[in-house]
């Protein structure tokens, strides 16, 4: 199977590409528009800064690229926050493939960290992403911003409030948590998405 992952100096990609090893699956990194449009899969991971990441896709015209792309697409992270309409983070505009904006997580209690770092539940796993999922499996995250539950949102996790844990439209997916730093739940995730 022919997988690209995006690049877009984002940090945490190449812990992806080791997940994809571990499951057989030598990616290709690149930012070049013939590569991704010709891969199978392609994978849209990182983490980062919304208005930056998002100059280094303009630069490159891979903001309209990714939004053209027929094959099945997973954004991670940043990668889902920059699927959006919006991110309040650097106020940019983003994607736009889910119609809904990223909003910048602010704690109600003192016992709101932000960013929310580590462990949480999934709820309400949905979708073909989450193929043999019950609910309630642990995954990881790490993350400042969130996008609200709205149509597209296939799962839930709840912090400070309940937010979208994953995302699906048409051959679009996307998840804040890191299936890569999820240990079995996060290597069965990336498993489903490339048997889509």
Same mark, same amino acid.
């Given at each position: 199977m022919n997988v690209?992952? #995006?690049?877009?100096?984002?940090?945490?990609?190449?812990?992806?590409?080791?997940?994809?090893?571990?499951? %057989?699956?030598?990616? #290709?990194?690149?930012?070049?528009?013939?590569t991704l449009k010709r891969a199978d899969r392609v994978i849209?991971? %990182?983490?980062?800064?919304?208005s930056h990441a998002m100059s280094y896709l303009r630069e490159r015209g891979l903001d309209c690229l990714i939004r053209e792309l027929k094959q099945p697409v997973l954004g991670i992270c940043i990668g889902q926050q920059l699927m959006c309409r919006h991110s309040e983070e650097g106020d940019v505009d983003c994607l736009g493939i889910f119609d809904v904006p990223v909003l910048r997580f602010r704690p109600q209690e003192a016992q709101h960290k932000v960013p929310h770092m580590g462990w949480n539940q999934l709820e309400r796993p949905a979708a073909s992403l989450f193929r043999g999922f019950l609910g309630g499996e642990f995954v990881y995250f790490v993350h400042s911003f969130y996008v609200p539950v709205c149509p597209w949102t296939v799962a839930e996790t709840q912090y400070i409030e309940s937010f979208s844990a994953a995302l699906h439209r048409d051959n679009f997916y996307a998840t804040q948590f890191h299936p890569e730093k999820s240990g079995s739940v996060g290597e069965r995730i990336l498993r489903n998405f490339l048997e889509l």
């Open positions: 690209a992952v #995006v690049k877009y100096n984002a940090g945490n990609i190449y812990s992806v590409l080791h997940a994809l090893q571990r499951l %057989g699956v030598d990616a #290709v990194l690149t930012d070049d528009a013939e849209f991971p %990182g983490q980062g800064e919304a």
